[in-house]
C-alpha cells in the first residue's frame, strides 16, 4: 500500500501561483509514475501532469503547459506541482496519484483544493 497526503492549496487570485506537494509513503519501492489530476464540481477528472521516475520525462495536458510545472524529490517521495499565471479554470480539487509496478497498482491522495477568484 502507498499513502499520498496533499498540501499547498488554497485561495488565489488569478495571474497568481501556488505550489502542491504530495508525499508519499508505505511501499513506495516499486513507484515508476506520480502525477496529478484535478476534478472540478460536476465535472469528469481530468488529466493535469505525470513524471516518470528514471527518465524524468514529463507529459501535461494541453489546458496547464507552460504554466504548470511538474517535479519531484525522490529523497522524501514527493511530487511537486507549480502552478503559475492561475487562471479561474484552474479551480478544482487537485488529486496526486502514483503507480507502481510489480503489481501494478495506482493509488490516490484525498486531493487539496485551488480556488482562483476573478
Known amino acids: 500500500q502507498v499513502q499520498l497526503v496533499e498540501s499547498g492549496g488554497g485561495l488565489m487570485q488569478a495571474g497568481g501561483s501556488l505550489k502542491l506537494s504530495c508525499a508519499a509513503s508505505?511501499?513506495?519501492?516499486?513507484?515508476?509514475?506520480m502525477g496529478w489530476f484535478r476534478q472540478a464540481p460536476g465535472k469528469e477528472r481530468e488529466f493535469v501532469a505525470v513524471?516518470?521516475?528514471?527518465?524524468?520525462?514529463?507529459l501535461y495536458s494541453d489546458s496547464v503547459k507552460g504554466r504548470f510545472t511538474i517535479s519531484r524529490d525522490n529523497a522524501k517521495n514527493t511530487v511537486y506541482l507549480q502552478m503559475n499565471n492561475l487562471k479561474p479554470e484552474d479551480t478544482a480539487n487537485y488529486l496526486c496519484?502514483?503507480?507502481?509496478?510489480?503489481?501494478?497498482?495506482?493509488?490516490w491522495g484525498q486531493g487539496t483544493q485551488v480556488t482562483v477568484s476573478s
Open positions: 513524471i516518470w521516475y528514471g527518465s524524468e520525462t514529463t
Open positions: 508505505g511501499r513506495t519501492l516499486n513507484v515508476y509514475k
Open positions: 496519484t502514483v503507480t507502481t509496478s510489480l503489481p501494478q497498482n495506482t493509488y
